[in-house]
């Protein structure tokens, strides 16, 4: 999941957030990984990602390691978070 900003003609396009969501399954930093490889290729094409958070939602919940990234570029989300 992307989010952009609005265009802002003459500059390049500005990704605010990637994400991935899991119902079912903890997430660890292997999503992570892969969320910083898309923000890579994204560079790579010419989007703004300088300032892009990287977001795990999940309902099963996080793996230590994944918790003590959290805050650095890294939001994690639980379905507590979305519902209360």
Do not use: I, N, Q
Request: charged letters at 30%; proline letters at 1%.
């Amino acid at each position: 999941m992307a989010v952009l900003a609005a265009v802002d003609h003459g500059r390049p396009r500005r990704v605010l957030s990637l994400g991935e969501v899991k119902w079912d399954r903890v997430m660890g930093a292997e999503h992570v990984a892969r969320l910083r490889r898309a923000r890579d290729l994204l560079t790579a094409r010419g989007y703004d990602t300088r300032d892009t958070v990287l977001t795990c939602y999940s309902g099963a919940g996080f793996t230590r390691e994944l918790g003590a990234e959290a805050g650095s570029g890294v939001r994690l989300v639980t379905l507590d978070d979305l519902y209360t």
